[in-house]
Each structure stands twice: as structure tokens, then as C-alpha cells.
């Protein structure tokens, strides 16, 4: 029988957090058997506590948020993506601001954190969730997900958007250890189209060129770019020139589809024990991702 894996010492991340802009800095500890995922705002007065799991989600709109009453911790996925790939049962994070840093837009720092500091066996044994049935969830705009019971996790996902760049892609995870290597590194990634109305809702205030792939497909006026750029804090760049504004190109063409099963999976990690399951999704996203995970532990 697998027993239960905790990390073998602890470690700190630090950087903006993409939403607040603030500079957070995130440990992950050690944690004893049976504990769980949770998450310490060590910030606040009694430092209240948070367990990870998808019935605590409150907010997906453009990540996922947990809370307890008052107190919430926004853009988990990531961290909850990894230690959940790692093979981590137990973990505390001590977090001293409102949002998980967003590091470079991926899962890779906490990855390599992890690697480096390694992971320690405990006595209990892991409690795997195996499923006696299929679970099907759709979403308004043709999401679909199913979770089918299976004798290891796998996850088998397309993403579909109105973009003639970005129109259809798909990414798949048959092994959950090549998550470092094949998933870890795909960045969040948002349309330039999109960026003005995140700001006016008050997202984004961390978002730069090296923490998310910007996409840029239907030119707009220089004026226009330039006060974006500005909004972000990055160079002007030039409106004529369509495609991917970053610094740093992309790591696969399906970087994109990648990053989505990163997130379904940080999603998914939520439901608390390791998924023994193949995960099928079309057009996931924290909502539909949540509502699949809320189904799981209802069944």
C-alpha cells in the first residue's frame, strides 16, 4: 500500500500576486498525516486558517478563491496544481497577503521548491478517491467534463475560443509524473481584448509580459496599446505587429491547452484525496471545474 507524503522541509516563494499586485510571499511546510491541503493567512489577527477544498470555493471568475467567512485566498490553482502532481498528501502554506504569488504564471517555481527541498513518506496510507460511476458536468457556454473511473489519474483536455489564433487546441497528461516536465512551465495566458475590462473589474494589477502570454490578434490604435502598456508597466510596443507579446516565446505551440490542464488539475486537487480517474474536459474553466469537483465529493 502507498503511504501518505509530506514535504521534507520547507520552503518560500515570493512575487506579486497577478490580481492585487501586492507582494506576497507564500511557505510551504511540512504537515502530519491526514492533514490535508490548507492555507494560513499568517497577515491577520489569529492568523485564520483556510482547508483547500472545493466546497470552501467562493470565486471563479478569473481564478479560484477560497474562503472562511471573511478571510479569502484568491489564485490557488497553480500551488494546489502542484503539490497535487508531486504526490503530496500534507501540506500547510503560510501566505501573508490575500492571493498566491503568481511567480512566472505557471506551477514551474513551486515544482523546482519542491524537487529541490524532496518529500518525505509518513506511516498512514494514502486514501485514494476512486469513483464507482461516471461524472458528467456541462456549462452554459458548451463546457463538458467527464470523470470516469480508472486505476490512475489522466487528463485528456480541449480548449475552444473565438480567436483566430488560438481557435482550438488540445493537451493531454497520461502519466501524472511528467507533470514537471511536460505541464509545470505552461504560463496563464489572457487576449489583449480582454486586458481594459480586467482592469476596470480590478483584476490583473500583477499581470505583466513575464508572468502571462498576452495575446494580441485584432490590431488596435497605437494610443490605445500604449495605454495598456502603461497600465501593465511594459515598453510600447508596436500596434501593426499582431501575435504573442512576450518576452520569453512559447515553450510548446499548445502552451495555452497546457495551462488549462494545469488548472483543471489545481482545481481538481481540491476535492482532497488523490483522483484515481480520467478526466475528459472540453472548454474547462474554474467554474465548471469547481462544479465538477463539488460533484465528486457529493457522489
Not at 127 to 156: N, T
Not at 162 to 182: G, H, P, R
Not at 239 to 267: F, Q, S, V
Amino acid at each position: 500500500m502507498q503511504k501518505q507524503v509530506t514535504l521534507k522541509d520547507s520552503f518560500s516563494v515570493k512575487s506579486k500576486g497577478l490580481h492585487s499586485g501586492q507582494v506576497i510571499t507564500a511557505t510551504f511546510c511540512p504537515a502530519p498525516e491526514n492533514y490535508g491541503y490548507k492555507m494560513q493567512r499568517v497577515d491577520l489577527e489569529g492568523k485564520p486558517i483556510i482547508d483547500c477544498l472545493a466546497t470552501n470555493v467562493v470565486e471563479t471568475t478569473r481564478g479560484t478563491v477560497i474562503a472562511e467567512g471573511d478571510i479569502k485566498i484568491s489564485t490557488i490553482e497553480h500551488a494546489m496544481a502542484a503539490l497535487y502532481a508531486s504526490g503530496i498528501d500534507n501540506c500547510k502554506i503560510e501566505i501573508d497577503g490575500p492571493e498566491m504569488p503568481i511567480l512566472d504564471g505557471s506551477s514551474l517555481v513551486f515544482i523546482q521548491n519542491i524537487q529541490r527541498v524532496g518529500l518525505v513518506e509518513q506511516e498512514a496510507e494514502k486514501r485514494f478517491l476512486k469513483l464507482d460511476k461516471e461524472v458528467v458536468v456541462d456549462g452554459p457556454k458548451g463546457e463538458h467534463i467527464v470523470i470516469s473511473p480508472a486505476d490512475k489519474l489522466s487528463l485528456d483536455i480541449t480548449i475552444a475560443f473565438e480567436s483566430k489564433m488560438l481557435a482550438s487546441q488540445s493537451a493531454q497528461l497520461d502519466d501524472i509524473e511528467d507533470f514537471a516536465t511536460e505541464i509545470a512551465s505552461a504560463r496563464t495566458f489572457v487576449f489583449v481584448r480582454d486586458i481594459q475590462p480586467l482592469f476596470e473589474l480590478g483584476y490583473i494589477k500583477g499581470g505583466d509580459l513575464d508572468n502571462a502570454i498576452v495575446i494580441y490578434e485584432n490590431q488596435q490604435s497605437q494610443e490605445r496599446l500604449d495605454m495598456l502598456a502603461d497600465e501593465m508597466g511594459v515598453p510600447h510596443l508596436d500596434a501593426t505587429k499582431l501575435g504573442y507579446l512576450n518576452r520569453r516565446p512559447l515553450t510548446w505551440p499548445n502552451e495555452m491547452a497546457r495551462h488549462k490542464l494545469l488548472d483543471i488539475l489545481g482545481d481538481l486537487a481540491l476535492v482532497g484525496r488523490p483522483l484515481m480517474a480520467k478526466v475528459t474536459a472540453y472548454k474547462p474553466g474554474h467554474t465548471i471545474n469547481n462544479k465538477v469537483a463539488r460533484k465528486i465529493l457529493s457522489e
